[in-house]
């Protein structure tokens, strides 16, 4: 009966944290309220605090949660498209992850990206998270340059972890561009540039 009762309460913190997400990738952070995210989740607004101290500990839960699975599917992705070249895959994930956002409407972005820019200032626990959750995402980016660098695809005079801040920092900027001006070209002409112009040797 424990058991049960344990695994029910994990299935509704998941639920509030799918629905959570849901939420601000459409409405973004401050525009979305407890109440909203209760109700669509099916529970009492009462409730969410059995699971949540707060809305800022609920972002909180929501970076990571968002991080774990989108790291997940970056790894699985990678490993698809990996067939003994591993810098290749990144360049080829990252073209798929383009056409994906061409067919997505509305065109969303990056969820840490638009918190970064929306809630950073005002949370000092959810600008920590924010923190470690790019640098998990930029240490993916970092190995698979290494990999090009080892292959000589890649540019040496640089460093891989420099290459993954430019990386990083370049695809965010070009996801914010896409959703002002409502097209995927910024986001593709980025990707071109970086693994046509700006990695290789």
Same mark, same amino acid.
């Given at each position: ?5 344990c695994e ?6 998941k ?5 959570g ?8 952070f ?7 995210i209760?109700?669509?989740?099916g *529970? ?5 605090y059995?699971y ?9 839960? *929501? ?10 599917q ?23 992850l ?19 820019g ?44 420099c ?12 996801l ?14 980025t990707?071109?540039?970086?693994f046509?112009? *700006?990695l290789?040797?």
């Amino acid at each position: 009966m424990a058991r049960k009762k344990c695994e029910d309460l994990e299935q509704t913190k998941k639920k509030l944290l799918e629905t959570g997400l849901a939420l601000l990738e459409q409405k973004g952070f401050n525009a979305t309220g407890i109440q909203e995210i209760a109700t669509i989740a099916g *529970i009492p607004k009462g409730s969410f605090y059995n699971y949540f101290a707060s809305k800022e500990e609920f972002g909180v839960e *929501i970076i990571r949660f968002y991080t774990e699975t989108h790291i997940e599917q970056w790894k699985t992705f990678l490993e698809a498209e990996d067939y003994g070249d591993a810098y290749l895959a990144l360049s080829t994930v990252f073209v798929k992850l383009a056409a994906a956002y061409e067919s997505a409407d509305p065109k969303k972005g990056c969820l840490l990206g638009n918190l970064a820019g929306e809630i950073s200032e005002a949370s000092e626990e959810c600008r920590a998270a924010l923190k470690i959750a790019v640098g998990e995402f930029k240490e993916i980016l970092a190995q698979r340059l290494l990999s090009g660098q080892k292959s000589g695809k890649v540019r040496i005079d640089l460093s891989a972890e420099c290459l993954a801040d430019l990386f990083w920092d370049a695809w965010q900027g070009s996801l914010l561009r896409m959703k002002i001006e409502k097209s995927t070209k910024p986001v593709k002409n980025t990707i071109e540039t970086l693994f046509e112009r *700006i990695l290789i040797p």
